[in-house]
Every structure is written in C-alpha cells, then in structure tokens.
C-alpha cells in the first residue's frame, strides 16, 4: 500500500469512530426519554387516581356540608322554641 492509501484508511478510521461517537451519544439520549416517558407512564396513572379520589373527597364535603347546614337548621328552630 502507498502512503496515499494508508492516509486514506486513517482518516476514514478516525471519521468512523467520530460517527460511532455522536452514535453512542443519541443512543444514550433515546435511553433517556424511553426511561422518563415509562416514569410519565406512571405518573399518568397517579394522577387519574388523584382526580377519582378527589372526586369523592369533594363529594363527601358536600354531603357533610350539607348536613350541617341541616343540623343548624334544626338547633336553630329548637332554639326558637
């Protein structure tokens, strides 16, 4: 082989490992977000939950509310009597 051609093949080599680099660098950056979308995921599930128990957290005050207001109701006219 001549000069040329060895040149050739090591600049070649060296453009390669660069390529293999910025190839391991996105891989790793794909790693990243499957591992963050699979925590949303997740999340995601929680904050359903969240919002069904909020739900009956909600509707529970308003029935306790409501039966306050009724006892008040209820001393008040005894009270009144």
Same mark, same amino acid.
């Given at each position: 082989m001549n000069d040329e051609a060895v040149e050739a093949i090591n600049h070649f080599s060296v453009l390669m490992e660069? /390529?293999?680099? *910025?190839?391991?660098?996105?891989?790793?950056?794909?790693?990243?977000? /499957?591992? *963050?979308?699979?925590?949303?995921?997740?999340?995601?599930?929680?904050?359903t939950e969240l919002k069904q128990g909020m739900k009956v957290v909600r509707a529970a005050t308003t029935d306790t509310s409501h039966q306050v207001h009724d006892l008040e109701w209820r001393v008040s006219r005894l009270e009144a009597t």
């Open positions: 660069q /390529q293999n680099s *910025k190839i391991n660098g996105v891989l790793e950056v794909v790693g990243d977000i /499957q591992q *963050k979308v699979a925590r949303l995921d997740g999340i995601e599930r929680d904050v």
